[in-house]
């Protein structure tokens, strides 16, 4: 017996693989290895990462408060105000820094909230299938059958428009949680279904067998077992969805059903009062416009990029 | 007779010669004559043409075409409910009126249903109607004949409704008859001093002739009147589409309305308003924004006439006068001194609006106060403002919330520019919009703290002064200074039937309200911007309603 088990160990000893110590360098290689091949996904870093940047440091980076008028009426740009003045005055491009934190809020929030409520139904409902699936995807293709920014406005319009007035961006993030959640409201059902088609291939896997022999609960199953293997997804599906979060925001704004008149926002700034000006003085539209775009390029390219590296289908493509 | 039209009554200027004084003048006149609005005081021929005319020169007018016109909203075809209706649609195009008001102390009517008007004493008006007018073929009406007992039945149906603008009905209006098929009678309780203004007698909803069969279909079916248009086919707050009415009584003269048609569009957005403009799917636009007008009409060119007048709308800020801090005079001086009315010219109106001296507009000349007696009230002075607060212990953390009516850029810019003046002293204000069909009503539910805005036209001190008493009576409830004094005084004005007497008191009370920092500041007087499609004459400018239904305009073919 004793000689069996020595013979068992000496084989293991032989035939295991051979680890070697990695280090953090080569660790750090490997993980930039894909980006360094896209180089627009890193673009879309830079962007993504530079406007949350700017949100959080508004206050300090912005030349002027954003509200105040600091200027003339309708300057040109100049040394003063790099971005002109609009018509009130206001410096434009401190009303663009600040501008971020609206977008940076509700962007971030309402696709978190959308992606979060998204990701719990499609496991629960790609998990148990049956009835329970059958009322949650109904459900939600009545929801789904609003266009997305009409549902937002319907639900401003019954939870009341947001009452906005910090500089903060965590404050601000509060105070906007209404337009956030009327925003994310729209996303769930896509969401949703991305993550119940990942659920119900995982879910005929051989771990998932193996954990419910084991005897794990559902809930762990679920969360612990499915979740992490289908994460890539909602990393992904955040990243593609948050450009398209942030431009329904700023359509909201410029409907004037967002924020409250005067908040810096890029879509406000994009819309009414300015609107009448940007034959005369384009510039009062070209740094909310220019924020905006990048911005929402960004996160795309992020998202295109994330989506090429972690979907094992397209791993290795550029 | 001693009235405060007497001067008109005397010697009244006959609708043709009004208009054919109006063609005179160029459009710029018109808006100068508007401008000049009754200053003279001394009526003749001149005197009267202050609405504007864009003349008759082209020859003889030609018949056809549609006219496209626009408005912001409408939620119901009920004209007495609702404020849109009867400024821009129905009450201007399907339902006929005795008069329509005209903004000329010496002519100030005009008139449409009724034949005549005589005013025997004070309190009687007696109205002989044409004979022969028909309503729209339409049931349940059927083009029956327009009688006396249809315009008494509305107004005996207008008088009890809650949330209408029945002033007229309910405070003024003792009884109306009609002793035959062709005569009314209004026989008032006391003299009353502003009996024509556009918001009583000339009240294009409640002194609308609507027949006694639609009273409880009014908000739901066809309107069915006997106006120059007939409502052919409509989408609630999109498109109105009325048709030439050949039955109309046009004013006696046969071939009115000269048009076959008029559309009336709610359009709101800018860039929208313009591309149907330039397409010619409306011909009249109204109130392009500051900041686009000039621009605007250079790129316009010939296409369009460009049309300038001091306006009759206050531009205001109100304050709540049933809640605090507003009831304290401290704080109400405090916003005069917060108030910088230069800003606002040079910010939102481009330089295109002057100060007033008092609560009304200067463009209703002779009511105006000398600034040297008001210009210490309306003084800019923010160490003043903060030292007021101060000693009324005012929390600086508070917030005011300051709404206006949407959609509307001025206005919008307008808050933005009040809410900065405002933090220069230390108030707080968190800016909020609602659309017309919900501001009225959160006025008259007591749910609002200040407003800013524009006000319709006024063309007497009937409505503006009462913003300032204790029950403003009008659809916009803004509340007065509540000052028993102030009330009694405005009151006093409301029955001085004497022009110059009048105008006495209500300078009077002017300046009285000003002493006290009255509620309702009076910030700007602004120059209305129109812009008119050259094609269009006889085009008549009425400044306390510029969507009257002009049916004796007509389109100069090619």
Redesign the interface.
């Known amino acids: 017996m004793a000689q069996e088990i020595r013979a068992q160990t000496l084989e293991a000893e032989l035939f295991a693989p051979e680890f070697r110590k990695v280090s953090f360098a080569e660790t750090l290689l490997a993980a930039a290895r894909p980006w360094l091949r896209r180089p627009m996904g890193i673009f879309g870093l830079i962007i993504v990462f530079l406007a949350f940047f700017t949100a959080i440091a508004a206050p300090v980076l912005a030349p002027f408060d954003a509200?105040?008028?600091v200027g003339a009426?309708l300057e040109s740009p100049n040394g003063t105000h790099l971005l002109g003045t609009n018509?009130?005055?206001q410096d434009v491009l401190s009303r663009t820094i600040y501008g971020a934190q609206v977008s940076m809020a509700v962007g971030f929030w309402a696709t978190f909230i959308g992606v979060a409520g998204g990701t719990f139904l499609g496991i629960v409902s790609g998990y148990f299938g049956g009835w329970l699936d059958l009322i949650v995807q109904r459900i939600m293709e009545v929801l789904a059958s609003f266009p997305g920014i009409m549902l937002a406005l319907i639900v401003v319009a019954a939870l009341g428009?947001p009452?906005e007035?910090g500089s903060d961006v965590l404050v601000l993030s509060w105070q906007l949680r209404s337009l956030s959640l009327a925003i994310s409201l729209g996303f769930i059902f896509g969401v949703m279904r991305v993550i119940r088609s990942a659920v119900l291939k995982e879910k005929s896997l051989p771990y998932v067998e193996a954990a419910v022999t084991l005897g794990a609960s559902t809930p762990r199953i679920m969360f612990r077992h499915i979740l992490p293997n289908v994460f890539p997804f909602v990393i992904v599906t955040f990243t593609t969805i948050i450009g398209a979060v942030i431009l329904i925001e700023a359509g909201i704004s410029f409907l004037?059903y967002g924020v409250?008149?005067?908040t810096p926002s890029w879509g406000l700034d994009l819309s009414?009062?300015n609107?009448?000006?940007f034959?005369?003085a384009p510039w009062v539209m070209a740094g909310p416009a220019t924020a905006l775009t990048l911005t929402v390029l960004g996160f795309n390219f992020l998202g295109d990029t994330l989506r090429d590296i972690l979907d094992p289908r397209l791993r290795g493509s550029r | 007779m001693n009235s405060y039209w007497d001067r008109f009554t005397r010697s009244r200027v006959s609708r043709r010669r009004l208009l054919a004084g109006g063609a005179a003048l160029s459009l710029a006149g018109a808006g100068l004559a508007v401008v000049g609005c009754g200053g003279d005081g001394g009526g003749g021929e001149s005197g009267g043409a202050q609405t504007g005319s864009t003349g008759g020169a082209a020859g003889e007018p030609q018949t056809g075409g549609t006219y496209g016109a626009h408005y912001t909203t409408s939620d119901t075809l009920n004209i007495l409910t609702n404020a849109s209706e009867y400024a821009a649609f129905g009450g201007q195009y399907v339902y006929d009126h005795l008069i329509t008001t005209r903004t000329n102390e010496n002519a100030p009517y005009v008139l449409e249903a009724a034949q005549s008007l005589e005013q025997p004493d004070e309190i009687t008006l007696t109205f002989k109607l044409r004979q022969g007018m028909k309503f729209h073929p339409f049931p349940p009406v059927n083009g029956r004949e327009v009688t006396a007992e249809d315009v008494v039945k509305t107004q005996e149906f207008v008088t009890p409704q809650a949330n209408i603008e029945n002033n007229f009905q309910k405070n003024f209006l003792d009884k109306a008859t009609a002793p035959d098929k062709y005569t009314v009678v209004y026989k008032l309780k006391e003299p009353r001093a502003y009996l024509f203004d556009s918001r009583i007698l000339g009240h294009p909803g409640p002194q609308a002739i609507i027949p006694y069969e639609t009273f409880d279909k009014l908000a739901s079916e066809r309107q069915v009147g006997s106006g120059p248009f007939m409502l052919d086919q409509w989408v609630i707050s999109t498109r109105y589409h009325y048709v030439r009415n050949p039955e109309y009584h046009g004013r006696g003269k046969k071939g009115l309305p000269y048009r076959d048609a008029t559309d009336v569009f709610v359009l709101t957005d800018a860039a929208a308003l313009e591309a149907a403009f330039r397409s010619e799917q409306i011909h009249f636009w109204t109130n392009p924004t500051a900041g686009q007008y000039d621009e605007l009409a250079q790129s316009l060119g010939s296409m369009a006439k460009k049309i300038e007048y001091l306006s009759l709308s206050p531009f205001t800020w109100n304050m709540n006068m049933t809640k605090a801090p507003f009831t304290d005079q401290r704080f109400r001086q405090a916003m005069y001194r917060a108030t910088n009315r230069q800003q606002f010219i040079d910010l939102v109106w481009r330089g295109k609006a002057v100060k007033p001296t008092g609560i009304l507009s200067v463009a209703m000349k002779p009511y105006q106060l000398d600034a040297k007696d008001t210009d210490a009230y309306f003084k800019h002075d923010p160490a003043e403002a903060k030292q007021l607060l101060s000693a009324m212990n005012w929390d600086s953390n508070k917030e005011i919330e300051l709404f206006f009516i949407s959609p509307n850029s001025t206005t919008e810019q307008a808050a933005e520019v009040f809410r900065q003046q405002a933090a220069a002293v230390g108030i707080k204000f968190r800016i909020v919009s609602f659309g017309l069909a919900e501001a009225l009503p959160r006025t008259q539910r007591n749910e609002y703290e200040m407003f800013i805005g524009g006000h319709p036209g006024y063309d007497t001190p009937s409505v503006p002064m009462r913003h300032n008493h204790s029950n403003p009576i009008h659809q916009f409830a803004v509340s007065g200074l509540k000052d028993p004094e102030m009330d009694a005084l405005i009151e006093k004005a409301e029955k001085t039937t004497n022009f110059e007497e009048n105008v006495k008191i209500v300078k009077q009370a002017q300046l009285e309200l000003i002493k006290r920092y009255t509620s309702y500041y009076n910030i700007v007087t602004a120059y209305a911007r129109q812009f008119l499609n050259s094609k269009i004459e006889n085009f008549e400018i009425e400044p306390s309603n510029t969507a009257m239904h002009r049916a004796d305009m007509w389109f100069r073919k090619a």
Request: proline content about 5%.
């Open positions: 509200q105040p008028f009426s018509n009130l005055g428009r009452k007035g004037g409250s008149i005067g009414n009062r609107r009448e000006y034959l005369v």
